[in-house]
């Protein structure tokens, strides 16, 4: 009995001191073996530990996002799975949610949000001569990413305070869209105004061909300064609003 008792005893510390390694194992010294499994993902000036990390750069296909601080959930770990709070801050782009990566290698995102400078949208939007001022907020609340593409999303975007500077100045009010994951793998949604000076009614696909964007564009009550910008927006039509069309490659914004 009593050796049985030690050799518990033993187990009992081996298991502790297990857990204070891990516990306290250094963030730096853990993305050594993690980086090669980030894809696009890079980290910079890390700190704190595996559990609760902080690291002073986050980047993204080479492009400085913030600071990024985690903390890492130990219980779903006896299942393979890694789950972590994310919260992104301290640059142009902000946010949090939660991720986690299955034992199949899938990503799962819970709710999250993500906030960023219109700026940040020009290139898909594509229109050279106008600068994009307001807000954009990304609310996700759910993403399965399998590989390097969603099967499955669904959430709203939000511009806020939309407007344009540049060779038209304009106000164009708060502008919404609901997107949601399609037959074939793709992600479809709809855009509207929310009772602005620009009236919005569009529908677009994502794919991993790219993006395709349609939408109708009119002043609401002849806004003057709306109008003045439209000149710069897609073809008039002969009713008086404004077709806008995109067909854009992921590859080319990035």
């Not at 510390?13 to 980086?35: H, K, Q, Y």
């Not at 919260?87 to 986690?100: C, I, N, P, R």
């Not at 949601?180 to 929310?194: K, L, N």
């Not at 939408?215 to 073809?235: C, E, F, H, M, S």
Request: proline share 4%; charged share 10%.
């Amino acid at each position: 009995m009593k050796g049985l008792r030690r050799f518990i005893l033993f187990l009992i510390v081996l298991i502790a001191l297990g857990a204070i390694g891990v516990a306290t194992c250094p963030a730096s010294f853990a993305w050594r073996f993690a980086a090669s499994r980030a894809g696009a993902l890079t980290l910079d000036g890390l700190s704190g530990t595996v559990w609760n990390g902080h690291a002073a750069s986050a980047s993204v296909f080479g492009t400085a996002l913030g600071a990024l601080d985690w903390q890492l959930h130990p219980l779903p770990l006896l299942q393979g799975v890694v789950a972590a709070q994310l919260d992104l801050h301290g640059g142009e782009v902000t946010g949090s949610g939660a991720v986690a990566r299955e034992a199949d290698g899938s990503l799962n995102v819970g709710v999250a949000t993500i906030h960023l400078p219109a700026s940040l949208a020009a290139p898909v939007l594509d229109i050279p001569l106008l600068q994009l001022l307001g807000q954009i907020d990304i609310n996700i609340a759910q993403m399965r990413v399998q590989g390097a593409w969603p099967t499955a999303a669904q959430g709203t975007i939000l511009w806020r305070n939309a407007a344009v500077a540049g060779a038209a100045q304009a106000s164009l009010g708060d502008l919404q869209a609901q997107f949601a994951s399609a037959p074939g793998g793709s992600i479809a949604g709809t855009a509207h105004d929310r009772g602005g000076p620009l009236l919005l009614d569009g529908t677009f696909r994502i794919d991993t061909g790219g993006y395709d964007v349609r939408a109708k564009l009119a002043a609401r009550d002849a806004n003057p300064q709306v109008l003045g910008a439209l000149r710069y927006i897609g073809q008039p039509q002969g009713d008086g609003t404004t077709l806008l069309l995109i067909h854009g490659k992921f590859l080319a914004v990035f």
